[in-house]
């Protein structure tokens, strides 16, 4: 659409420009015809006049003819007209005070009579009319018929030759389009491709990266993606796998020591009595990885509600110290409480309770006895940072980044010795994020382990109100 309607504009310019120059030519012609026979007008020199429109139409392969002030031919260079009246428009403006009219008709210069007018410059004869004056007094018309078969033709031309430029252009750019879009879609139908296979569920699909471009970025974000859910794929199959474990063992546990309650040959009060006992502990530890997973289910469908107000950070650290302590002398582990700093924050009293209490416990399970537990806060600015540092058993550097993963164990069997489900940390995490806040882990081997919460301090609005 658009070459075609450069095509037509630039024909049009072309056109208007050939007939312009046309006009302006036969005008400066007729006006020196009619200036020339003036005087053959005013000496009554009819031969001689006739003469020279004759001679002149035949130079210029024109036809020339002289009216008075009637309109009426007085002198035709074809001999046809004399004496008629001649019905054009071009004449009457003249005669009526015009110094000078054009027009375009659609017939050849012999059918004066039977010419219809045309509204554009396609036509093939002109007519140019120029008023004659003499002793300075207007005597009549001159009228210069003028074919314009040759300039419309050689529009015709220049039209067609344009248009086949064009159209070799437009074929090329065309070609070089296709080239293009080609070479731009490729990356696009590499994504596409991803994308589908993605849909498939084969989230190792990666797409080749080329370039520098916003395609290459696309292409870098699509395989960051496709990492991601590769990952969270894998650990949605790595927790099913664990989940399904966890509720297995319990209930396996419990299976076996009823059978072995049922199918005893002899009843024996003592050991019923103990095997009851155990599946009474395979019972709790059941409902504690259901609670769990509930909490955790809780926590991913965004329906876990915070019940915040603030509170100081101190006081509740300070009492899950107090609670925990006969836990640690039970342990012959000394807890120690280190709260220098102080801060309002804005939290869930509940939930962070849940927080700290996990944390300090994990610390006095994972300590040796004759060991140390230290809890400290401290304040930089708008965070206040909560450390639970213990010098027990450590976390080897290659678990430290998955401590927070569900179910995650470094040491499996001795996990479930301390009743550990395994979730406990990822909860502890959720919850502090939950609360615009951030936990840290680092770890030595064998050295000891440290905690260490950041939560946002409360800053009251001016006013006493909150915002």
């Known amino acids: 659409m658009a070459f075609a309607v450069v095509t037509a504009s630039v024909t049009q310019l072309v056109g208007e420009y050939l007939f312009n ?44 003819l002289v009216l008075n002030a009637y309109g009426i031919v007085q002198a035709d260079s074809k001999s046809i007209l004399n004496g008629h009246i001649l019905p054009l428009e071009e004449v009457t403006d003249v005669l009526y005070g015009a110094q000078s009219a054009y027009g375009y008709y659609q017939a050849t210069p012999s059918d004066l009579f039977l010419m219809e007018k045309s509204a554009h410059a396609g036509a093939m004869t002109g007519i140019y009319a120029r008023s004659i004056k003499t002793d300075g007094a207007p005597f009549g018309a001159l009228v210069y018929v003028s074919t314009e078969q040759d300039i419309y ?23 070089l389009s296709i080239l293009i879009v080609r070479l731009f879609m490729r990356p696009v ?24 471009d916003e395609f290459s970025d696309l292409a ?36 076996i020591l009823l059978q072995t309650v049922l199918y005893q040959d002899s009843y024996d009060t003592d050991m019923t009595k103990e095997f009851l006992g155990d599946i009474d502990k395979e019972i709790d530890r059941l409902s504690y990885v259901v609670s769990d997973l509930l909490t955790l289910v809780s926590i991913d469908s965004g329906k876990m509600r915070l019940n915040t107000s603030p509170l100081m950070i101190r006081d509740l650290v300070h ?29 869930d009293t509940m939930k962070l309770t849940q927080v700290f209490y996990n944390l300090i416990d994990n610390a006095i399970k994972y300590t040796p006895r004759g060991g140390n537990v230290r809890v400290e806060l401290t304040r930089q600015g708008k965070t206040i940072f909560t450390r639970i540092i213990d010098n027990g058993i450590g976390i080897p550097q290659e678990d430290v980044i998955h401590i927070f993963d569900r179910f995650y164990r470094v040491d499996k069997a001795r996990s479930r010795e301390t009743g550990g489900t395994g979730l406990g940390l990822s909860i502890v ?29 409360y800053v009251k609005p001016i006013g006493g109100k909150n915002a």
């Open 429 to 457: 995490k959720q919850i502090v994020l939950l609360h615009s806040g951030d936990i840290t882990v680092s770890s030595v081997e064998n050295e000891g382990t440290t905690f260490t919460v950041e939560l946002p301090v």
């Open 319 to 347: 009492e899950n110290v107090k609670r925990l302590a006969p836990l640690a002398r039970e342990r012959g582990i000394e807890l120690e409480f280190a709260g220098r700093e102080n801060a309002e924050v804005m939290g």
């Open 153 to 175: 033709i050689g529009l015709i031309q220049v039209t067609q030759q344009i248009a086949y430029i064009m159209l070799a252009v437009f074929a090329f750019v065309g070609i």
């Open 189 to 212: 139908n590499d994504l596409k491709s991803g994308i589908a296979q993605i849909s498939k569920g084969d989230f190792s699909t990666r797409v080749r990266v080329r370039g520098k």
């Open 220 to 255: 870098r974000a699509f395989n960051a993606m496709s990492t991601r859910m590769e990952a969270l794929d894998r650990s949605r199959n790595q927790f099913v796998s664990n989940a399904s474990h966890e509720l297995k063992t319990p209930l396996s546990t419990m299976k």
């Open 21 to 64: 120059q046309r006009v302006r030519e036969e005008e400066r012609v007729t006006e020196e015809l009619a200036f020339h026979i003036a005087p053959f007008l005013e000496n009554l020199e009819t031969d001689a006049l006739y003469e020279h429109l004759v001679s002149s139409g035949e130079d210029l392969n024109a036809r020339i």
